[in-house]
């Protein structure tokens, strides 16, 4: 009796001592955590929308930059991020933000599109875990600079965009998938195909 | 005998290890070096190493939840009730690891980027918990600490070994710079692939014993 109110008593201790490390840990990371995560999203949002940004622009420029050329907008449940330089009139791009579920979990990024809402200016992917080197490549240059030009509808005009494997890319809403990565290549096509059907919705 | 590992172990000065840590540095990091001796923790060290970079900071990684679970375990040996070792162990170690694994998510967004999941999964890493069943256990806690240093480290520079070769038969770089041509040199998308892994660690672990030659069946 007294040997398990001992052990209790132990187990009791030391998962309280480890809990309030960890507690103690994640409350002194927060802020930092949050600030990556505010300013990636930012550099992010600015990176696709190709807004001119200095090389050493620190987390504080970035959100400056950002507050001075590009409006948020909620239609809906969609957010949409138009950059608008200073001193022009229109709008030269917009943001959408998209998300779904990977392989081991979320993945979110930012779909954006040229004036005419129908090219793709850019695609990024700013949070995902999907193992490195094969689904996590959706994050590398090669993969994403492929989006950039190609069309939201396909020739006869129907929404949607295709991540193949065969060798025929040339299709104007066609990109090259991942090897290795095809659980994650459908996830990503399946989501931006949501994205894609959702913003067109928006449009009419 | 006795005498010559007392001194081999002079440079801690004051025998806080009982004269046993220079043998027990040896044996962590070489003769029983636990991936390319025991072959334990193959997942991550499979899983991380496309990136050299990425293989370096798992190795650091993995060295100081070692140590410090190594170092808590030893110093609680005497007080933990043997029925729940394990789950006191688990503790600790998990502790160490969301540690290192926020201080990453906080000062090295990119990096924690990368390694995703894994960091997480040192938790269930059996080099850690082997450890400290086999040896943290039964060991005071600078010997612990020295035993942790040399398994962690015999586990990083392993998983540098083959960071290092996947990334640059792979890619053709090394820490990002390119130093094998794309003139004449194709990138071997194989190397960074599951398989490529498996591969460099077979080939890691027939060198490993090809260089201790038969000296593991005599010690047993």
Same mark, same amino acid.
């Given at each position: 009796?007294?040997?398990?109110?001992?052990?209790?008593?132990?187990?009791?201790?030391?998962?309280?001592?480890?809990?309030? #490390?960890l507690t103690a840990t994640a409350q002194f990371t927060y802020p930092y955590k949050q600030a990556n995560a505010s300013a990636e999203k930012v550099s992010n949002i600015l990176a696709i929308l190709?807004?001119?940004?200095?090389?050493?622009?620190?987390?504080?420029?970035?959100?400056?930059?950002?507050?001075?050329?590009?409006?948020?907008?909620?239609? *809906?449940?969609?957010?949409?991020?138009?950059?608008?330089?200073?001193? @022009?009139?229109?709008?030269?791009?917009?943001?959408?933000?998209?998300? *779904?579920?990977?392989?081991?979990?979320?993945?979110?990024?930012?779909?954006?599109?040229?004036?005419?809402l129908k090219t793709i200016r850019g695609i990024s992917f700013y949070e995902q875990e999907e193992t490195p080197g094969l689904g996590g490549e959706i994050g590398s240059d090669w993969f994403q600079s492929q989006f950039a030009g190609k069309s939201i509808v396909n020739q006869s005009g129907k929404a949607g965009i295709t991540i193949t494997k065969s060798r025929d890319k040339a299709g104007q809403n066609q990109v090259d998938a991942i090897t290795g990565a095809t659980m994650t290549c459908d996830k990503v096509e399946d989501m931006l195909n949501n994205a894609i059907k959702t913003i067109v919705e928006k449009q009419d | 005998m006795a005498q010559n590992r007392q001194s081999a172990c002079l440079p801690c000065?004051?025998?806080?290890?009982? *004269?046993?840590? #220079?043998?027990?540095?040896?044996?962590?990091?070489?003769?029983?070096?636990?991936?390319?001796?025991?072959?334990?923790?193959?997942?991550?060290?499979?899983?991380?190493?496309?990136?050299?970079?990425?293989s370096l900071v798992m190795g650091a990684a993995l060295i100081f939840v070692c140590v410090g679970s190594n170092l808590f375990v030893s110093l609680l040996r005497k007080y933990t009730p043997h029925r729940i070792r394990m789950i006191a162990e688990v503790a600790i170690i998990a502790t160490f690891v969301i540690l290192f694994d926020q201080f990453l998510k906080a000062f090295y967004w990119?990096?924690?980027?990368?390694? !995703?999941?894994?960091?997480?999964?040192?938790?269930?890493?059996?080099?850690?918990?082997?450890?400290?069943?086999?040896?943290?256990?039964?060991?005071?806690?600078?010997?612990?600490?020295?035993? !942790? #240093?040399?398994?962690?480290?015999?586990?990083?520079?392993? #998983?540098?070994?083959?960071?290092?070769?996947?990334?640059?038969?792979?890619?053709?770089?090394?820490?990002?710079?390119?130093?094998?041509?794309? @003139?004449?040199?194709?990138?071997?998308?194989?190397?960074?692939?599951?398989?490529?892994?498996?591969?460099?660690?077979?080939?890691?672990?027939a060198i490993f014993n090809w260089l201790k030659g038969p000296e593991v069946e005599e010690n047993k």
């Open positions: 009796m007294k040997n398990n109110i001992y052990t209790l008593c132990y187990a009791g201790i030391l998962g309280a001592v480890c809990a309030f #490390l190709k807004v001119p940004v200095e090389a050493d622009a620190d987390s504080r420029r970035l959100i400056e930059i950002f507050k001075t050329n590009v409006f948020e907008e909620e239609k *809906g449940d969609l957010m949409i991020y138009s950059y608008r330089p200073a001193g @022009q009139a229109g709008v030269e791009a917009v943001a959408f933000p998209f998300s *779904g579920p990977g392989l081991w979990g979320p993945i979110k990024g930012f779909l954006a599109l040229e004036s005419d | 000065g004051k025998g806080l290890c009982g *004269g046993k840590g #220079l043998l027990t540095l040896k044996d962590g990091a070489w003769t029983n070096n636990p991936l390319a001796i025991q072959v334990l923790g193959i997942c991550s060290a499979l899983a991380v190493t496309n990136r050299l970079e990425n990119d990096m924690s980027k990368q390694l !995703g999941p894994y960091v997480g999964l040192i938790i269930t890493n059996c080099i850690v918990m082997g450890r400290a069943e086999a040896f943290a256990l039964q060991n005071p806690p600078v010997l612990s600490i020295v035993d !942790g #240093l040399a398994n962690g480290f015999g586990y990083a520079v392993i #998983l540098a070994i083959i960071g290092f070769f996947r990334e640059l038969l792979g890619t053709g770089k090394v820490m990002g710079y390119t130093m094998l041509d794309g @003139q004449w040199y194709t990138p071997n998308q194989l190397m960074i692939l599951a398989p490529g892994a498996f591969f460099a660690l077979g080939v890691i672990i």
